[in-house]
């Protein structure tokens, strides 16, 4: 008998073909399977398997219109080439270059912290120095300075609050978002200002009107509605301790943010402020974690068509690192200056304690003493 070499794409229909190997969840599994022959690449690349995956993975990427590639080298040897291929089956080359290193990426990435700025709060009870900016500090003393947001002070336990987060680049994977809730060891019995639960919200903003400047406004404690922004995701509601602690809040799945803005959703007040008797919510510190697709991949939103996105793809780039979530223990040295330093007060007394030993001038000593909230 004649030897045969048989292969199930010649033998299958093409539509049960294509369901088994979109069945393959590893991309590396798909860059094997193309290279089984000219045939088996034919076939995945015409048939989008990789393409296929991605949205499997993350199905936000249908919100993608079109990519358009940045490659001096790849538009200067096209160029040299000519368009031997057919338009179509050329479009189909480039997709699957673009979506099997996207689906690569998606499918291992190192997790990093992913705001570059926070933007804004509904409510600051003592704007700036409670600012939403401070919560990008891990530390919730830095110095002489106490170093939390905090919000106005309400009797309905019910009334939320949002705080709003830039992350590093228009195109992110979030796995997880930390909370330090805010104790008031100032005050009597340190009371801790956490919510009663939290939620996530991810998109992107819209122009309301032509004055760009409109939006630098936040930072100055002006609030933005919803009408800012457009909301892609929202997470459920996550139970929140009253503890002075970091608080981990896991996403069920990795969520792909396609526009670069997080909305903290803080809901329901657990403490009253002695001295007013009102709810606040105070936090000390926020992290938003996962990896940045940029620069090699980006997204820009088609201003023409609103929720529809240009996936922008630069093959001659490299994937940028996120600043690692772990600090590194710092070492505290006690010489006969700390030993001789003046303590100013049982503030000082914890600030040595925390390995803060006053390096500050006397001048910043004064400013930060003005700048202590009140008892």
Not at 34 to 57: A, H, M, Q, Y
Not at 347 to 364: A, F, K, P, T, Y
């Amino acid at each position: 008998m004649d030897d045969v070499n048989w292969d199930f794409l010649n033998l299958l229909n093409p539509d049960v073909a294509c369901k088994i190997l979109t069945c393959l969840d590893d991309p590396g599994d798909i860059v094997r399977a193309s290279s089984v022959s000219r045939v088996w690449r034919d076939f995945i690349i015409e048939n989008g398997i990789s393409k296929r995956l991605c949205l499997r993975l993350f199905p936000q990427l249908s919100a993608i219109d079109r990519i358009v590639e940045i490659s001096t080298t790849r538009q200067q040897n096209c160029s040299e080439a000519g368009c031997s291929r057919s338009a179509e089956l050329q479009h189909f080359i480039e997709e699957h270059r673009v979506f099997s290193t996207l689906a690569r990426r998606l499918s291992s990435f190192e997790v990093g912290e992913c705001i570059s700025d926070a933007i804004q709060a509904t409510s600051t009870d003592n704007y700036p120095e409670e600012g939403v900016f401070n919560t990008l500090e891990p530390r919730d003393l830095i110095g002489y300075r106490t170093s939390y947001w905090s919000s106005t002070g309400k009797n309905d336990p019910e009334v939320p609050e949002m705080l709003t987060y830039k992350l590093v680049s228009e195109f992110c994977v979030i796995t997880e978002v930390n909370i330090q809730p805010f104790q008031a060891f100032f005050q009597e019995n340190s009371p801790i200002y956490s919510a009663k639960a939290v939620r996530f919200r991810m998109g992107y903003r819209v122009l309301v009107d032509e004055e760009e400047d409109e939006f630098a406004k936040g930072h100055l404690g002006e609030p933005f509605t919803d009408k800012h922004f457009v909301w892609t995701y929202t997470s459920k509601e996550f139970p929140m301790a009253q503890e002075n602690r970091l608080q981990n809040f896991k996403l069920p799945e990795p969520v792909l943010c396609m526009g670069a803005f997080v909305q903290v959703e803080l809901l329901g007040r657990v403490q009253r402020q002695e001295a007013d008797g009102k709810l606040y919510i105070c936090v000390a510190h926020v992290q938003v974690l996962g990896q940045s697709l940029a620069p090699v991949f980006n997204v820009v939103n088609t201003l023409e068509t609103p929720g529809r996105f240009l996936l922008m793809f630069n093959p001659e780039a490299e994937f940028s690192a996120l600043p690692s979530t772990c600090e590194e223990p710092r070492e505290v040295t006690v010489t006969p200056e700390v030993v001789q330093t003046p303590v100013r007060g049982w503030e000082h007394i914890l600030n040595m304690l925390r390995g803060v030993w006053g390096n500050d001038s006397e001048d910043e000593h004064h400013d930060s003493d003005d700048n202590m909230p009140e008892d």
